[in-house]
């Protein structure tokens, strides 16, 4: 099975600052994917960005990046740029094959408080 | 991405009885879950819910406590049944398989609140 783990309950930062949130996982897989969701207080979970196993690049989606290092198993949520409205819950996610091998759940970390302050 | 609602979006709900939450989605899909987000906590995969046929449940959740429905490729319901407190989570059900996506990026719906007394 795959294992997510963040280590960082809580993380602050001041707006216009970038924040790394780490990420780190487990699997016996050669081919696997990695996700970072936001949650506001409003309870929703926002996709934010994705990165495959087999990805020769970092993936990037404005100003969030991804700092893949398949070696340590690592996939880092950077957020460039801080906004306030960047508060929120964020959530590293690995997908895992449910029976049958052809659809995946996905598999949560803990979750990274995020405040950004002014 | 799709626009995927949920009703109702809270609830507050005395012990003992049920609960029926809906997720309506603007295109179809392949694939619908429904996730437990119990307070402070992540989340956690309850059920798929398979198109006409029974969900596929994960180990802990059974269909009697947490029975759901997906007639269609659009719709899907989860129902709390017997609520006792702990039931108090946020439940999120979540798609895959849109067109144009990637078939293992899940989009979720805003969350159903609920609160058990």
Redesign the interface.
Known sequence: AQKITQTQPGMFVQEKEAVTLDCTYDTSDQSYGLFWYKQPSSGEMIFLIYQGSYDEQNATEGRYSLNFQKARKSANLVISASQLGDSAMYFCAMRDPLMGGSNYKLTFGKGTLLTVNP | ?AVISQKPSRDICQRGTSLTIQCQVDSQV??M?WYR?QPG?????IA?ANQGSEA?Y?SGFVIDKFPISRPNLTFSTLTVSNMSPEDSS?Y?C?V?GLAGV??????????T?LTVL
């Open positions: 991405s392949t694939m879950f987000q906590q992540s989340l956690t995969l798929t596929t994960e946020i999120l979540s895959a990637r078939t293992d990026t899940q989009y979720f719906g805003p969350g609140r």
